[in-house]
């Protein structure tokens, strides 16, 4: 029987978590830009079907190339379905759909709420505990969060109910689909299973476009299959499966406090190529979103030290 448990592996150290996350992070933030210049291109479910689609036949191209198996064993296979509805169908279609019922600012609060979830889902399923450390990098970072939005809150076009509800069910099926990855333990196929749930969660988005979306299509320039390219690749196929396989290496409620850094790090990017300013709220909420990142890094490294090494006998 193939060994798909993780816990033989050798935890990642506090620096490396941070950097790998880094990693995670940076396209995830480059996304939001691209995503509203391609926008302009493309109707939102069927931009988010066609992004998700790319990136899981990436993933499944990659596994052609090293020679590794396409599909996951038998008790992964079945659950390709739900993660793909819940990783892909319902965090992309509703994280492309919420701001065009609700102002940007509840959009990206109730949106940015992911490490809350995670790190109570963990705590119930997977047995993590909430220190005082974490409880406080939490805080900081849901604050940081809201001051970064408070200035476009009171934007309330069309439908705020609905927005606000798409934007925190993106939040919830993503952070749901992350704690079940990591109960899972996917091991080896965790790539086949990455790829497979992008394949079967664009499926139903393409599905649900043709539904919403009849009349719309895309808009094929040069641009929009760059921009295209980058969103399935970065954004998608390395970021999603670099994610997952760091959730099987260390607390899943630490690494999501990293998350915060994506409004952060959006906004930057905003800022050199949209000419977008930072204001003083903003640059306050991206104060407290790094001091509560600092403060996860800091709890992992004393957490590394404190932690007693297996002594190695010999003979």
């Known amino acids: 029987m193939k060994d798909n448990d993780q816990s033989s592996k050798p935890p990642l150290s506090p620096a490396r978590q941070a950097w790998l996350m ?5 396209p995830m933030a480059a996304c939001y830009p691209a995503i509203k210049v391609g926008l302009g291109f493309a109707p939102p479910l069927q931009f988010a079907g066609a992004r998700t689609l790319l990136g899981g036949l990436i993933l499944l191209l990659v596994l052609v190339i090293r020679r590794k ?47 809350l979830i995670i790190i109570v889902l963990a705590a119930l ?22 001051l970064m939005a408070l200035p476009s809150l009171r934007e309330q076009p069309g439908h705020p109910l609905l927005g606000a509800m798409l934007a925190l069910g993106s939040s919830v099926s993503a952070a749901v689909a992350s704690v079940t990855v990591k109960k899972l333990r996917p091991g080896n196929d965790l790539m086949s299973l990455t790829a497979w749930q992008l394949v079967a969660g664009s499926v139903v988005l393409l599905g649900l476009s043709a539904v919403f979306e009849p009349h719309q299509t895309i808009t094929w320039t040069g641009g929009f299959v760059g921009l295209l390219l980058f969103l399935a690749l970065a954004g998608t196929a390395l970021s999603t499966w670099l ?66 090494q297996p002594r190695i006998h010999r003979p």
């Open 243 to 308: 994610w997952f396989w760091l959730l099987q290496r260390a607390e899943a409620g630490r690494l999501s406090l990293y998350l915060f850094l994506v409004p952060v790090s959006g906004l930057l990017i905003a800022m050199s190529s949209f000419g977008e300013r930072l204001n003083l709220l903003q640059a306050g909420g991206a104060a407290l979103i790094l001091a509560a990142v600092a403060l996860s890094v800091l709890e992992g490294r004393f957490g590394a030290a404190t932690t007693p």
């Open 69 to 115: 198996p396409l599909w996951p064993e038998a008790r992964l296979a079945r659950w390709i379905l739900p993660l793909g509805v819940l990783a892909t169908t319902l965090t992309f279609g509703a994280m492309f759909a919420s701001p065009a019922y609700t102002g940007a600012g509840i959009a990206s609060v109730l949106g940015n709420t992911q490490p």
């Open 125 to 146: 399923f997977l047995g993590e505990k909430i220190g005082l450390i974490k409880a406080l990098a939490l805080g900081l970072g849901l604050a940081g969060v809201t």
């Open 22 to 26: 880094l990693v995670v992070i940076a």
